[in-house]
């Protein structure tokens, strides 16, 4: 049945491997650690866990830059504690999903060792080379800023090698067969070892044509279909979650026009516009942006989020735009990075306000797709803005006001700790707020709760109700003969506002408040007058609690299978 689609309406939780817990003592994170921390993760009402890559690697790129597919790095530990964490994980209801890295190698991998050292190596073709210097070597680096070129010159090959990245990640020829056939190999192997799926780093390029005398990129798109059909072989349920930052127009090349590609896409154009929302308090370009993305099929999902690992890219706004949310959240240069981004966690950037971070929470959590979440951030965890790059918002996660956080009993863990500050590990961990009712984990773990008991948000069609006021947003969900309401205020001033909730016939009448008592009866115009605080959010059913009862076994509005993937 499609209601099987287990990342439809579930909680998606990012996570490192070597910044999570240390249980060997040597100040790097490793699966004995995070066995021991699914408990936590249950109890925060985590349904997937998202891994980082945690492969043998040199480390240049935080792991990146993988120098072998199938195994363990051995800081992290072995197979087989890797076996023992995927058990422990479906012992407890919660699914594992881990980055398939495949668009570059680390220059460590035996691959291009053994293709750099001849032009006769049976691995010579499995990257990219050019005889001398192509002429646009100097454009589309992913790092502007950092990265140089895409080209580097490689003395022992006596050729140029592709690198998207930095130069020590050479490209795959990724339209090469025996390129394409070793990565199906790779998604077979962790699949038989208890993974669910893959978030593909770095989609577009995978599957772009690579090569000196390729001027535009061409998706082969072909492949997206290769990837899922091997997966529905080897394991039916399992998915493919895509790091594509692409226009709308071009979404259902991805997702396949019947749902026969990509399982999930993060939604980075909602994303972007999401953050202009909270800088701006004006909700029509986001508005405008959810229905510019709103087309998928049935079985397709986007995954929505907030921050990530990497910056908070924002290339996709207008210049004015982009201004905006770079005053509001990351003024300072240090703060910025490549020109399009912010590098900071959610908590500083909102200046710490309680208010925001629910109110951003509350937002991510009732947008049309399943949450993801960046690990720390259930804490309102901060940053570090005096490491490098994106590694400012990868320390350590803070478990206690035990030394370095809990995360480590040695005296060198791999990342510093943030001690110092309102985001020190003594005011900032998850022992203190977990005793704390009104703590934020505490809050985040009810939100969460809340999220899945309301599943017509992943699965079913929406309608932005239109106000007078900018700063208002108001989605209604409808699935099943069930509806779902939410209203929030992006300003810092309170707002009184009244609606219809658009629906025909006494189903509107009533809404009930699901997070506490506050309900609402339409007046015999058939609106609902509310008066909202600053940064206030609402969660309503439209109806009543008898929603059960009420609840049909397919979708009854004939017109909801046409516009939306309802199910």
Known sequence: MIDDLWYKNGVIYCLSVGTYMDANGDGVGDFKGMLRRLDYLQGLGITTIWLMPFQPSPGKDDGYDISDYYSVDPRYGTLGDFVEFTHGCRQRGIRVIIDLVVNHTSDQHAWFRAARSSKDSPYRNWYVWADKRPANANKGMVFPGVQKSTWTHDKQAGAWYFHRFYDFQPDLNTSNPLVQAEILKIMGFWIQLGVSGFRMDALPFVIAKKGAKVKKPVEQYDMLRAFREFLQWREGDAIILAEANVLPKTDMEYFGRDGDRMHMMFNFHVNQHLFYAL??????????????????????????????????DLGRLTSTQRDAVFKAFGPGKEMQLYGRGIRRRLAPMLGGDRRRIELAYSLMCTLPGTPVIRYGDELAMGDDLSLPERNCSRTPMQWSTEQHAGFTGSNRPCMPVIDKGPYGYEHVNAAKQRRDPNSMLNWTERILRMRKEVPEVGWGDFEVIRTRDPAILIIRYDWRNNSVLFVHNLDERPREISFSVGLSGESGELLVNLLSENHSRASARGRHRLLIEGYGYRWYRIGGLDYLLKRTDIDTDPTAEASHPGG
């Open 279 to 312: 800088a701006s308090a004006d909700s029509r370009p986001l508005a405008k942006a959810l229905v510019e993305t709103r087309p998928r099929p049935s079985t397709a999902q986007w995954g929505m989020f907030l921050r990530n690992h990497d910056e908070l």
